[in-house]
């Protein structure tokens, strides 16, 4: 599997975004998909995982304002974010693991599939 993430961009406070990440491969559907984001200065963080069992999980600072999602058949996953905060600009990467992964999805040194980031910023 390999990833490639878009739909960042600058956008006001309040404000929403959607970001994809389109797989290549015939085993996505096997794989959790994850959302990470890193901001400068800072250490890259969870920010939500779609899992193959079909289970989500948010980070709390996300949570009821970002929602994750994944069309199997598209080999894509999603992230909607909405009410967006200056405090979450930073780059978002997608990232992967599996197959049939079982572990722990806050850890982003058990993801071993990473897309190359999108930058999203959010304005006051």
């Known amino acids: 599997v390999q990833l490639q993430a878009s739909g960042g961009g600058l956008v006001q406070a309040g404000g929403s975004l959607r970001l994809s990440c389109a797989a290549s491969g015939r085993t996505f559907s096997e794989y959790d998909m994850g959302w990470f984001r890193q901001a400068p200065g800072k250490k890259r963080e969870f920010v939500a995982v779609f899992m193959w069992s079909r289970g989500t999980v948010y980070a709390d600072s996300v949570k009821g304002r970002f929602t994750i999602s994944r069309d199997n058949a598209k080999n894509t996953a999603f992230l909607q974010m909405n009410n967006l905060k200056p405090e979450d600009s930073a780059v978002y990467y997608c990232?992967?693991?599996?197959?049939?992964?079982?572990?722990?999805?806050?850890?982003?040194?058990?993801?071993?599939?990473w897309g190359q980031g999108t930058q999203v910023t959010v304005s006051s």
């Open positions: 990232a992967a693991v599996g197959p049939y992964y079982s572990g722990s999805n806050y850890d982003d040194a058990q993801y071993d599939i």
